[in-house]
């Protein structure tokens, strides 16, 4: 079963572009349905972008399309989230998460994911 590790986070300004990047071990990221989940203070995890086992389909919540997009390399087990035109309300806790499933979907509720990174933070401040 894989594991999980984010990383990318930091401190960005209203308007500027992060990548956030989770490697997976131990398992075939081919095998895997990707997402990421965001979570801030007070509030519950939010489904942000996923993408099917292959790459070819790709996912996004409504307050990042447009601005996020989502890729993965089987061939490197790693999985990127790529977001421009940062706001001070995309703050949270970033988590990649994984679902042993060749689906042609994401589900976008947490609880269909048992695989989780350790989550990093990303802040948008001037």
């Known amino acids: 079963q894989a594991q999980l590790v984010e990383s990318g986070g930091g401190l960005v300004q209203p308007g500027d572009s992060l990548r956030l990047s989770c490697l997976a071990s131990?398992?075939?990221?081919?095998?895997?349905?990707m997402v990421w989940f965001r979570q801030a203070p007070g509030k519950e995890r939010e489904f942000v972008a996923g993408?099917?086992?292959?790459?070819?389909?790709?996912y996004f919540g409504d307050s990042v399309k447009g601005r996020f997009t989502i890729s993965r390399d089987n061939a490197k087990n790693w999985l990127y989230l790529q977001m421009n035109s940062l706001k001070p309300e995309d703050t949270a806790v970033y988590f990649c998460?994984?679902?042993?499933?060749?689906?042609?979907?994401?589900?976008?509720?947490?609880?269909?994911?048992?695989?989780w990174g350790q989550g990093t933070q990303v802040t948008v401040s001037s």
């Open positions: 998460a994984a679902r042993r499933e060749r689906a042609n979907f994401v589900y976008t509720r947490p609880s269909a994911y048992n695989l």
């Open positions: 993408i099917n086992w292959d790459g070819v389909n790709t």
């Open positions: 131990g398992d075939a990221l081919n095998q895997y349905v």
